[in-house]
């Protein structure tokens, strides 16, 4: 419980930085000088810092462990925190966006490698989805929390707060966590290239491939990106109805990242639950894009419906450790992590760029966006039919 409850606690901070940026960005810009693409670059040098570490971080784990990787790496986070509360321009604020992105890197990944190094196979998704659950705190503490705070003492004052918090969670983790113990000889540690070419030689993993880079990049282009000018352009919400909707989502996320541990429970197959995640998921962006133009009270119920539905990455994270040996567990989840993240990193990018080509050929905001939410189904139901055909376990 310990463990669980350290690990948890440096969770809820990783999403806590992945959330914050919107709540700071009006005071942001003004005292620094940024305009809306700059704002962008902030948030996307994060998720790409983030997305390209993992791969020292999976090395990491596999050759040091846990504890560590946790220390070398959330200490960046840190000092970004530290260098993003005193940041004076536009590269400075970069800047400390990238060790930020960098040090939250390994948070969740040695998580799940101590879930999966410590812990029967049977309890690793409902393990995974109990720490994606309670750490998606971390985006509602990035919400209504930070901007009374941003309102009370400032977004420099509360960001040195934040940087300070970090600091605690590193010192626990570094004195509090035990690595697991040493792998038997026999499972020797291979080197980066050599375990990253036995990972890509798994051919199951690329049946999983597709899922991995759409199921969570979808639904968080629309938590993220799109809820916000979908709902004010089509429904016209207001600043304050548009925050509400946001949180909705973002409450009915965490509940079902909760609940897919036990789902896979009952099921006792984490393919079986992922692919019935997927493809509700889907339908719900399909009927999204078709309908959510209609009632804003339907628009909202599906916005939800795709939030608790489509977290899945923890279940689909444990199908894809089960294929993993212990010698490259690390450097198998962080591959799956990296899938994640960057898969996320380009649905935003081209989401963005489908959305604006829209605008500027006079279409109307329904129109726009229920092509983009339309897409984001057919990619995904797409993505599941290859799923499909993956095995459930890994042979004996």
């Known amino acids: 419980m310990l463990v669980f409850s350290i690990l948890l606690f440096a969770y809820v901070l990783s999403q806590f930085f992945r959330a914050f940026l919107a709540i700071v960005a009006g005071e942001l810009s003004r005292d620094l000088g940024l305009d809306a693409a700059q704002l962008g670059d902030l948030s996307a040098v994060w998720f790409a810092s983030f997305a390209l570490a993992q791969f020292p971080v999976g090395l990491a784990l596999d050759k040091l462990g846990p504890r560590r990787t946790m220390g070398l790496f959330f200490v960046l986070a840190v000092a970004g925190a530290g260098a993003f509360a005193a940041a004076t321009s536009f590269t ?35 393990l995974s989805s109990l720490m994606i659950g309670l750490g998606s705190a971390g985006n509602l503490l990035g ?20 940087a300070a918090v970090t600091a605690l969670s590193c010192a626990l983790a570094v004195l509090l966590l035990r690595d697991p113990p040493a792998l038997p000889t026999k499972h020797e540690h291979a080197s980066f290239r050599a375990g990253l070419g036995q990972i890509l030689r798994l051919r199951v993993l690329w049946l999983m491939l597709p899922l991995a880079l759409t199921s969570y990049a979808v639904v968080i282009a629309v938590r993220s990106l799109w ?7 089509v429904h016209g919400f207001d600043a304050a109805e548009r925050g509400n909707a946001a949180l909705v989502m973002a409450v009915a996320m965490s509940l079902g990242a909760l609940a897919y541990g036990p789902v896979e429970r009952y099921l006792g ?12 998921t889907g339908l719900a962006l399909l009927a999204l894009g078709m309908l959510g133009d209609r009632s804003a009270a339907l628009a909202l119920a599906l916005l939800a419906f795709i939030g608790a539905a489509g977290l899945s990455y923890g279940i689909l994270m444990a199908h894809a450790r089960t294929f993993f040996p212990p010698g490259l567990l690390g450097r198998g989840v962080t591959f799956m992590n ?25 279409d109307a905001p329904s129109l726009v966006f229920g092509q983009l939410h339309t897409v984001f189904g057919a990619l995904l139901l797409a993505a599941c039919a290859v799923y499909a055909f993956a095995p459930s376990r890994a042979p004996e």
């Open 92 to 126: 400075g604020a970069l800047a400390a966006m990238a060790l930020i992105g960098v040090g939250c890197s390994p948070v969740l990944m040695s998580s799940m490698y101590v879930f999966g190094r410590l812990y029967p196979p049977e309890r690793f998704a409902m």
């Open 338 to 362: 990296f899938l994640f993240i960057a898969g996320a990193g380009v649905v935003q990018w081209a989401s963005g760029r489908f959305v604006r080509a829209g605008g500027e050929a006079g």
């Open 227 to 233: 809820i916000a000018p979908f709902l004010g352009q």
């Open 269 to 280: 197959d984490a393919r079986l639950t992922c692919l019935i995640g997927g493809v509700v």
């Open 143 to 162: 919400a209504a929390p930070l901007a009374w705070s941003v309102q009370a003492v400032g977004w420099r004052a509360s960001m040195a707060a934040i």
